[in-house]
């Protein structure tokens, strides 16, 4: 499997799209050092990265939601908490 970003995945702002597209560089390193078998501590690094660049990109993101009145701010929100 490889996370790849694809501009199908764009939501035409430039700020969310490049921050989504960190995410999938994230995952691809996770699953690169995952197949490699790499330490325990390496994959735990990853995910740490992963988890404390989500949580800055959920801020961002509601920080649209809230700018642009987004129709689903409140569900997205509601997804957000899910994951912190």
Do not use: C, N
Not at 59 to 66: A, H, P
Not at 67 to 78: G, M, S
């Amino acid at each position: 499997m490889k996370y790849t970003w694809d501009p199908e995945y764009s939501v035409e702002v430039k700020e969310i799209d490049k921050q989504h597209k960190k995410i999938f560089e994230i995952l691809e390193r996770l699953h690169v050092a995952i197949r490699d078998e790499r330490t325990d501590e390496f994959i735990t690094d990853i995910i740490e990265q992963l988890v404390s660049y989500s949580i800055y990109h959920f801020k961002t993101e509601e920080k649209y939601f809230d700018k642009f009145d987004y129709k689903y701010t409140k569900q997205h929100k509601a997804q957000h908490k899910g994951y912190k």
